[in-house]
T-cell receptor
Framework: AQSVTQLGSHVSVSEGALVLLRCNYS??????LFWYVQYPNQGLQLLLK??????LVKGINGFEAEFKKSETSFHLTKPSAHMSDAAEYFC?????????????FGKGTTLSVSS | DTEVTQTPKHLVMGMTNKKSLKCEQH?????MYWYKQKAKKPPELMFV???????INESVPSRFSPECPNSSLLNLHLHALQPEDSALYLC?????????????FGSGTRLTVV
C-alpha cells in the first residue's frame, strides 16, 4: 500500500522568506508524486509532479520539488514567499505501475504568509 | 478542453431528498474518480471508474450511488443523506495507463445536508 506523510500541519513564514513543505512517501512500487494547492472554497490545482527522469521538478508559481529516493522524500520549496501563496498544500502519490489507480493524499499543510 | 466541470457548485438538500451531482470531461480520460473532502481534511477516495466500469468502491454507504453513463460523464446519485455527509465533493479524471500525465480535478460541489 502507498501512503504519504506531510510533516507539519501548519507552516508560517514571512513574505520573502523561504518556503519548505515536507513530504515523505511510502511505496513498494515506483511512485508518481504530486503537489497540489487548494485555496479556500476552491478545488485542487496541480503545482508540479514527478514521474520519471529529472529528480528536480519545477512547477507553477515559482515552486519546485526534489525527488530523493534514498530519503523517500519529495519536499516542496519556493525561494521567496508571497502573500498569495497562503493556502492548503497536499502531497499525493499514485502507483506508476497500475493503470486506474487513484491519488492518495497526505493530510495537508496549511501555509500562512505574514507581511 | 482541459477541464473537469462539476455541477452544481452548491447544493442544499434535506435528508429525504434525492439529488445528483454531475461531472463532465472531454479530455478523453478513461479513468474518473469521486472524492469527498471535509473541511481542513484531505480528499478521501470514494469511487474509481475505469473504462466506464466501477473498479474501486471504498466501502462507501449505499446512500451514495455512482454512475458512469459514458466516457465523458460521471454522476453521483444521493439519497437519504445524513448531515455528516455535508462536504466538498470532488471529481477527477486521468488517462488510463498514463497516471504520470496527471489527474485533473473539478472545482467541486459543496453539499450541505439539512
Amino acid at each position: 500500500a502507498q501512503s504519504v506523510t506531510q510533516l507539519g500541519s501548519h507552516v508560517s513564514v514571512s513574505e520573502g522568506a523561504l518556503v519548505l513543505l515536507r513530504c515523505n512517501y511510502s511505496s513498494s512500487v515506483p511512485p508518481y508524486l504530486f503537489w497540489y494547492v487548494q485555496y479556500p472554497n476552491q478545488g485542487l490545482q496541480l503545482l508540479l509532479k514527478y514521474t520519471t527522469g529529472a529528480t528536480l521538478v519545477k512547477g507553477i508559481n515559482g515552486f519546485e520539488a526534489e525527488f530523493k529516493k534514498s530519503e523517500t522524500s519529495f519536499h516542496l520549496t519556493k525561494p521567496s514567499a508571497h502573500m498569495s501563496d497562503a493556502a492548503e498544500y497536499f502531497c499525493a502519490v499514485s502507483d506508476a505501475n497500475q493503470a486506474g489507480t487513484a491519488l492518495i493524499f497526505g493530510k495537508g499543510t496549511t501555509l500562512s504568509v505574514s507581511s | 478542453d482541459t477541464e473537469v466541470t462539476q455541477t452544481p457548485k452548491h447544493l442544499v438538500m434535506g435528508m429525504t431528498n434525492k439529488k445528483s451531482l454531475k461531472c463532465e470531461q472531454h479530455m478523453g480520460h478513461r479513468a474518473m474518480y469521486w472524492y469527498k473532502q471535509k473541511a481542513k481534511k484531505p480528499p478521501e477516495l470514494m469511487f474509481v471508474y475505469s473504462y466506464e466500469k466501477l473498479s474501486i468502491n471504498e466501502s462507501v454507504p449505499s446512500r451514495f450511488s455512482p454512475e458512469c453513463p459514458n466516457s465523458s460523464l460521471l454522476n453521483l446519485h444521493l439519497h437519504a443523506l445524513q448531515p455528516e455527509d455535508s462536504a466538498l465533493y470532488l471529481c477527477a479524471s486521468s488517462q488510463l495507463g498514463s497516471q504520470g500525465a496527471g489527474y485533473t480535478f473539478g472545482s467541486g460541489t459543496r453539499l450541505t445536508v439539512v
